[in-house]
């Protein structure tokens, strides 16, 4: 904004007139009198002495369109309007008659920054208001083009100043964050646009020179540094750059560092690459430089600036060496033209100065324009980042070129595996359950049929699946019987081994169940099929946990029979092929994609938008958030996007699968995210009542480290609950992921999902952080990381039925099975699938291990030591139990969690 309701110049030429009078007072004055115009707007904009920054108005002059909410179009205007006082240092008669004279009034001995002085002790005392205001003019494709002439103001009566703000600024902040702040006039909200001009010659022209203009100084403002201090003493700095060992890391352009402290900051410092004899910053290299340049304090801040490339350079590491004092800026980032790099102590906002706390901000902000948000209404979903494809997010969000290098070559491996089974002959139609071990024949890996193909068809075999397989987070106890699940005493006396009744069991805790009443009303796809289908299991005497009985739908009656292994060996086999079609759409869709890809993706995205990366909360999370917004962006079209895996290879795909997705989030509870809160509500957390429940049993151990670990780490930073109320960032953070990312959406049926939109006290930041990490991590493990082992093997959990139930007993031969279950390329689609998602990638960082140096206090360093000390101590109880296992369960080992949600 400028002094003066009108500008100067109008278009291409008269910028080119106004520049050529800026040399001095003689091409000034040639320049007013050159036009009659020149002469009027310079005195119009002219200001001599005014007492105070705050007591000037300030006008935008140019018109912006503005597309309002209906698809109307204005031109508008702005102004600020010193709140309560009378503009003033307006030109005299003597100033009106020579407006190219600079020179001060005589006897005027104030300093040339004398407005930038007064205006910053003003803002230390106080503050300086404002009233935003809006000139507004409807747009016409008629439009008398003179209503865009930037040299003449807008007639008021037609187009009044109206009210739109009050705006208090309250806080000088320093060259350092101005400069970050990179002012540009293009820089508008998506509903104000700069009018596109047809030519030079056009008044709109002024719009796109201005851009210009603004880069171009800003672009000389930083590579020329502060005004130099010729007396300043100059110190010795030796500073080194850690480029990441991955991918296009290296950089090998030229760069200039500017290094912020306490007492100011240095010029623009070149990396003269020819000291290193190199012409590049090479990935994994560690490059050193020696800077002699004036002693800036305590350290703040290092500043990068790439010229005008735009590739990036990624640095894992700076580390400044200042009169023997060594301080590290942990990156771990991206670096490009105007990256600012903070040293690496965590601190909360009210710890900062006022220059730090401007930084904050900035950082925030340029997040929330990278990661604006998608809100699912119509879907019924989480939010996510409104970013269709992943190359299109932030670099800094995208997979490293190792980890998304080691997908391609799964998704190759997968895809090979399909082409020769294809190619060799096995054919649509399986007439056998050993045709399904043929698929194996050039399976990925190793090429051995999956362990439970040998056991698939035992009943202890598929009880022990539902608590050490790759969904063990299903069943529930059963407290009293559905009464339309009606189980009698008669159907399965001949199970019960403990010779007493059904009821007694369930007294005693022995009697579990799991139940897909959520699937009721999800269409399966055409040819597909799927029930909504309840399945009913004991605690044997022998503490094997078994299948009772089956019911394929959820209304009982005559044809919908309740199976249990009392029935023909066809007929109960079938039933466990349905109840485990069921099971698996659930999995895969809710337990799997909604409860840890989709709920984390919101949380991790406000992470950004909010809270800074020099905030201790931003430190420990990063590890486990790193991945999860690339991963979901791909899965959005890869997975459940059209003709993604699930529709390939779901009996819910097509359609379904997303109905299926936003029942789950109608349900979902945060507070059910809490492992202990999960395992009491489905009853299953006695051990007695549920033996052999691996997950349980190492889950809750994880649980209560990783709990530890994180209020060891929140105390170091928080010394009390006021600590956790003032901060704002964190505040905010809660607040958006309540608000826009975990939304309630309004729908029928739709629970409170108990999202905290506050953050009360130190025990409620450590509940939702353990809930984060043990999600990220733990959670997601537990149900993906199996999903080879136990789905590679169609007839053991298929995810698509070729054809419907039975709906009366001794119909069904065994012969017929296999033509129930998936055809060939089914069988291959789930195969390939779950091999991609079974898989760690080369660059995986598991449960307890930072290898990225985010925190920098000792105290902290300590907590990660001990965090990695418990968890240790757990792998090998988890090693001694599994020795006595028929079948290990090795998803939660430590070093076999990853620390994020990546795949």
Known sequence: MNTGDRCPFWNGPTVKDYMASRRGPKEMEEWCYKNSAYYYNAIQGARRAPSSYSHLNYYTQMAYEMKGGKGASHLVKFRLVSSGRKENGLPDGDDQKAPWKFTARSGDSRSADYLKQEYKERLEDGSAMYHLQIQVHSASSQEDLEIFNMGKAWDEKRSPWHDLAEVTIFRHLGDSVTERTCYNVGNLPDCLFIPEPPSYQDYRSIGYLRCAIYQTSQRARLWSGPPKDEHAVKIRYSVTF???????????????????????????????????????????????FHFDAADVGDLWTIQFDLGDRTDGWYIEMVKIEKEGQICSFPAYQWIFGGTTVRRGEAKLPFQDNDEMRALRALETQKWRNRLPWKIWKDKGFPSCPAIEEHTDLPRDLQFRDERE??????????????????????????????????????????????????????????????????????????????????????????????????????????????????????????????????????????????????????????????????????????AKFFLKCADAQV?????????????????????????????????????????????????????????????????????????????????????????????????????????????????????????????????????????????????????????????????????DHHVPHEFKSIADLVDVLTVIIFTCSCEHAAQNFGQFDYYAFYPNYPMIMRQPPPRERGKLRVDQ????????????????GTWLLSEFSSDEVFLGKYPQQHFQERETLQAIDQFYDRLTVIEGIINERNRNLAVPYEYLKPSRVPNSIAV
């Open 587 to 751: 999995h895969q869709m809710r337990d799997h994609l909604l409860l840890t890809h989709l709920i984390m993706e919101p949380i991790a995205v406000a992470l950004f938008r909010n809270v800074p990366s020099v905030h201790p909360v931003f430190k420990l999370l990063i590890p486990h958030v790193r991945y999860t917004v690339a991963i979901n962006t791909i899965g959005r079209k890869a997975l459940i996007g059209t003709g993604g895996l699930a529709d390939q290879g779901l009996s819910v795909g097509k359609g379904g699968h997303l109905v299926l997705v936003s029942k789950g989030y109608k349900e979902f509870d945060f507070e059910a995210l809490k492992l202990p809160v999960s395992l009491a509500q489905r009853g299953v957390i006695n051990s007695t009542e549920l033996p052999n429940y691996p997950y349980r049993d190492d889950a809750l151990k994880l649980w209560d480290a990783i709990k530890q670990f994180v209020e060891d780490v929140v105390r170091i930073y928080y010394k009390s609950d006021e600590d956790v109320t003032r901060d704002e960032e964190i505040q905010d953070w809660i607040s958006e992921v309540h608000n826009i990312g975990l939304p309630q959406h309004g729908l029928d049926g739709e629970m």
């Open 405 to 574: 290098r080691d997908m391609n070559v799964r998704r190759r491996e997968g895809i090979g595996n399909f082409l020769l089974n294809r190619f060799f002959g096995i054919f649509d139609d399986i007439d056998s359950f050993h045709s399904f071990t043929e698929f194996f024949r050039y399976k990925l890996g190793e090429g051995e049929v999956p362990a439970v193909a040998h056991r698939w068809q035992w009943d202890s075999e598929f009880g022990r699946q539902f608590l050490q397989g790759t969904h063990p987070t299903i069943i529930r106890r059963v407290e009293k019987l559905p009464e339309n699940f009606p189980v009698t005493d008669e159907a399965v006396k001949a199970i019960l081994g403990r010779k007493v009744s059904l009821e007694e069991e369930i007294e005693a805790g022995h009697v579990y169940i799991a139940d897909y009443k959520i699937l009721e009303g999800v269409k399966a796809a055409e040819g597909r099929y799927v029930t909504p289908a309840m399945g009913l299991f004991y605690v044997n005497a022998a503490d094997s946990f078994v299948p009772l009985a089956i019911q394929l739908h959820q209304k009982p009656g005559p044809d919908n029979p309740i199976w249990t292994a009392e029935d023909s060996y066809a007929d109960w086999l079938c």
């Open 242 to 288: 850690q480029t990441a060992d991955t991918g296009e890391a290296g950089y090998d352009g030229e760069v200039r560092v500017t290094i912020t402290g306490s007492k100011g900051r240095t010029e623009p410092l070149l990396l003269d690459k020819s000291r290193i004899f190199r012409d590049d910053f090479g990935r994994g290299e560690e490059d050193v």
């Open 817 to 832: 099975l296999p033509k129930m279950l998936g055809h060939a390329d089914y069988v291959c689609v789930q195969m390939a």
